[in-house]
């Protein structure tokens, strides 16, 4: 699996820089206009874009029919793409919180709360995108499965809210918010776990010679 990795790292290698690089910048101009530590909301769902630049590649060349005739299983395929959107999440993440770190050296107010409650929120927002879109990469053609991709993250803030006022009605969420978001991660864990299991079942059915 880590030569898949490295080759899905590879391919969208430009595409990482560039949004990494971009998330940097971003996140020092944006420093003057609003509350920084917010950009952890946005950099892992930004960042994981160039998943769908390696699945898209994968089918352009073939690569899925070639594959197979290889020592992998075809859960290890699947495992991989699932880890590489991790991977990418957590690369924004760190993006973004480096003109944080170095901001709150310079004397600017960011807690250690707003971070951890703002980071909450854009992996739990990225989980949940990429539990309902990376199955679909496997079900519909490259075209449909960027446009799952990007409707994906509008679904995920919808049953954030949902969720939200789901554990209103048994905690105040206004008086406990960031217990409430971490409550919100750790369903976005399960749901993306869950949804790698099902990925592995789809895949495992699907001819693709």
Not at 21 to 30: E, R
Request: hydrophobic share 55%; net charge neutral.
């Amino acid at each position: 699996m880590k030569g898949i990795l490295v080759k899905d790292l590879y391919i969208a290698k430009s595409n990482i820089f560039v949004t990494i690089v971009s998330l940097i910048v971003l996140g020092f101009g944006l420093s003057f206009l609003l509350e920084i530590s917010a950009l952890l909301v946005l950099a892992p769902v930004i960042s994981t874009t160039a998943i769908f630049i390696s699945i898209t590649s994968d089918a352009a060349s073939k690569w899925s029919k070639n594959v197979i005739t290889m020592p992998i299983s075809r859960n290890e395929i699947i495992a991989e793409k699932f880890l590489f959107y991790i991977l990418l999440a957590i690369l924004g993440m760190i993006a973004a919180l480096i003109p944080c770190i170095v901001l709150a050296f310079l004397g600017m107010d960011i807690t250690f709360h707003s971070l951890c409650l703002y980071g909450s929120i854009g992996i739990s927002t990225t989980l949940l995108a990429g539990g309902i879109s990376l199955p679909c990469a496997y079900l519909f053609d490259p075209e449909k499965s960027q446009v799952v991709f990007m409707m994906s993250f509008m679904a995920s803030t919808g049953i954030i809210t949902g969720i939200v006022f789901l554990i209103n009605l048994f905690l105040s969420v206004k008086e406990n918010i960031l217990l409430t978001f971490d409550i919100v991660l750790i369903i976005s864990i399960l749901c993306f776990f869950i949804s790698y299991k099902i990925a592995t079942k789809v895949y495992q059915k699907q001819d693709i010679t």
